[in-house]
């Protein structure tokens, strides 16, 4: 059975933004682990600032190996046209797309396996119809929760009506899940901040028949309901997460994109117990400047020691956030502003107390299964989503609210404030850490339990497949 497996060669394609390689890289990792072939790809430009991953080339994990290769969507990093999202997207589904159709090509060429089973994700819709055209089964990784899934299926087959921008008022009930008021619904779907995000987003339900299962990073503890209820009217749905639980020890490789600061450890080390309020963004979600000085006046306000990660965005999109004048010297000796770090570990280390994020559905399946309580910070598309889930379905902490200041809707000083307080010490701090604590317990169940047992039925499929 293990020389079948080494002989099988399993190709995961990355959409080139660090939400959806992690959650690839660690399937790629596990399925490593089961003795595959494993080629993780993604584009070369985000690929060579995956430091970690391109010196490495290619590692043994157990029985297997994890390798990987990348192709090219024509444009440099500093393409100028890369900014405009539109125009990539569309380099992307061309020029990307036939160099990785090449990529799928030459495996056999170059003295490995031919690739015999190709995993994609959800913005790269395209790399199922590459599948398809040269006979090679593919499955899906849905990198958000089932709930979103489910959203967008809906409003992808006309199952629901969904709100208008003057429509405020409206709330949605999709079965199995709370009623969704504006604000909850992904906003891709609402405001429609990206107009050629959406377009993949949705142009991904569209051909749904072509793979032949959905993994969904989830598990069935967490999301039981929507997950049959979505079984029953679309592809059979396998929730195989916490993906960054399952692959702990199967290898130390890291997809970061950026150089992670392990000195915030030893830092986070001579802190005492529960008390860190740890604040990240993702990797996508920049602040504006009077955002940055509500929120750094409302962290000094509240005493609260802090680990901030502050990253300068990958492309030329944005510049580095600039924190206000005088903070660093009031922070000193109070916390620490790093540009990235192990989130996993900072998480898992038992002084940080509470995680402000912005609910990537990655920082809430990291956070809710490490018994951490969160204060809700979402910015836009399935974050709002994650955001009424952690608090309103899993209650696991607060959701920070947002007025007018001068014009413009920010969360104020005093609201960091509050919210910080109510985490950790206020009347429902207790309730909040037993319901985190109550997740973590389920997920572990998961990793021994179903989610293994559904990536042991994967794996399985993937031999059957083969003869
Ligand atoms: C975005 C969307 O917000 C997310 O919902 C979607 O599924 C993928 O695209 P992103 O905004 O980057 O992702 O957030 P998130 O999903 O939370 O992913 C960020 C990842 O970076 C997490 O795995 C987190 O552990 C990692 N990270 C973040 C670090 O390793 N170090 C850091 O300092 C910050």
């Given amino acids: 059975m293990e020389s079948k497996k080494s002989n099988l060669h399993v190709l995961l394609v990355s959409f080139p933004a660090q939400g959806h390689i992690n959650p690839l890289l660690r399937l790629a990792k596990c399925l490593a682990s089961k003795g595959f072939l494993v080629t993780f790809s993604t584009t070369e430009t985000i690929g060579h600032l995956m430091k970690e991953a391109t010196n490495a080339k290619s590692c043994k994990i157990g029985h297997g190996e994890l390798r990987f290769e990348f192709f090219s969507e024509g444009w440099e990093i500093n393409e ?170 199967a290898s130390s490789v890291r997809g970061d994109i950026w150089k992670a600061t392990d000195d915030c450890l030893q830092w986070l080390d001579s802190q005492s117990p529960n008390s860190v309020i740890y604040i990240s963004f993702g990797s996508v979600v920049s602040l504006s400047k009077e955002q940055l000085e509500e929120l750094s006046a409302g962290l000094l306000k509240s005493g609260t020691p802090f680990l901030w990660v502050l990253k300068t965005p990958p492309i030329n999109v944005g510049s580095k956030p600039e924190l206000p004048d005088g903070f660093k010297e009031e922070a000193e000796g109070k916390g620490m502003v790093v540009e990235w770090c192990p989130q996993e570990q900072v998480l898992a280390h038992s002084a940080v107390s509470c995680f402000l994020t912005h609910c990537g559905w990655n920082s809430s399946m990291e956070c809710l299964t490490s018994g951490v309580p969160v204060i809700a910070f979402p910015q836009w598309g399935d974050q709002n989503t994650n955001a009424k889930l952690l608090i309103d379905a899993y209650g696991v902490g607060v959701r920070m609210k947002k007025t007018q200041k001068d014009g413009t809707a920010v969360v104020t000083r005093d609201e960091v404030e509050r919210c910080i307080f109510e985490v950790t010490k206020g009347a429902r701090a207790e309730e909040i850490k037993k319901n985190a604590r109550k997740w973590k317990e389920a997920a572990e169940v998961a990793v021994a339990g179903s989610s293994h047992r559904n990536i042991e039925l994967f794996v399985a499929d993937i031999l059957r497949m083969h003869g």
């Fill in 80 to 249: 100028p046209q890369r900014a405009n999202l539109g125009a990539w997207i569309h380099q992307l589904e061309t020029v990307g797309r036939e160099s990785f159709t090449a990529l799928v090509n030459r495996q056999s060429q170059m003295g490995r396996p031919s690739v015999s089973c190709i995993i994609n994700n959800p913005f790269v819709p395209w790399a199922t119809d590459v599948a398809a055209e040269l006979g090679i089964p593919c499955a899906v990784l849905w990198v958000q929760s089932c709930a979103v899934y489910s959203i967008y299926y809906h409003f992808q087959h006309q199952l629901a009506t969904f709100p208008n921008p003057d429509q405020r008022d409206m709330t949605i009930n999709l079965p199995s899940l709370p009623s969704q008021e504006f604000d909850d619904i992904p906003d891709f779907l609402t405001l429609n901040p990206y107009d050629s995000l959406r377009k993949v987003i949705l142009s991904q339900f569209e051909n749904l028949d072509k793979s032949f299962c959905v993994l969904v990073d989830s598990f069935e503890e967490l999301e039981r309901e929507t997950i049959e209820v979505m079984s029953r009217i679309s592809a059979p749905i396998i929730p195989i997460g916490p993906l960054f639980k399952s692959t702990n020890d």
